[in-house]
């Protein structure tokens, strides 16, 4: 089993950042792919950024590539998202998930191909 747990939201004018946590406890952390995904209200919950077990490879979402930087620090069993230049749209609940690396292929936006989520952290923007 491995708890997952969400914080550093908060409401934040457009244009300003915002940096997001997620601290794991549980079992060998370092064995977990890791990913943010988001949901705003009314819609499904989609894909944010992925990092490797290792930390040596992310993935980002065509919508915040360049904005968000996703990375892992697995020595304190934490994943991090800071998010820059953020707009309305980037508005949701976002939630960290964890993937077993002994999974098949890493398939780093299926949602259902993820074995543990947090409870989420609600991120508004204003205009």
């Known amino acids: 089993q491995v708890q997952l747990a969400e914080s550093g939201g908060g409401l934040v004018q457009a244009g300003g950042s915002l940096r997001l946590s997620c601290a794991a406890s549980?079992?060998?952390?370092?064995?977990?792919?890791m990913a943010w995904f988001r949901q705003a209200p009314g819609n499904e919950r989609d894909f944010v950024a992925a990092?490797?077990?290792?930390?040596?490879?992310?993935h980002y979402a065509d919508s915040v590539k360049g904005r968000f930087t996703i990375s892992r620090d697995n020595a304190k069993s934490t994943v991090s998202l800071q998010m820059n230049s953020l707009n309305s749209e980037d508005t949701a609940v976002y939630f960290c998930?964890?993937?077993?690396?002994?999974?098949?292929?890493?398939?780093?936006?299926?949602?259902?191909?993820?074995?543990?989520w947090g409870q989420g952290t609600q991120v508004a923007v204003s205009a």
């Open positions: 990092v490797s077990f290792n930390g040596a490879t992310t």
């Open positions: 549980g079992r060998a952390f370092s064995t977990y792919h």
């Open positions: 998930a964890a993937q077993s690396i002994y999974s098949d292929l890493w398939r780093y936006t299926a949602e259902s191909r993820y074995d543990y």
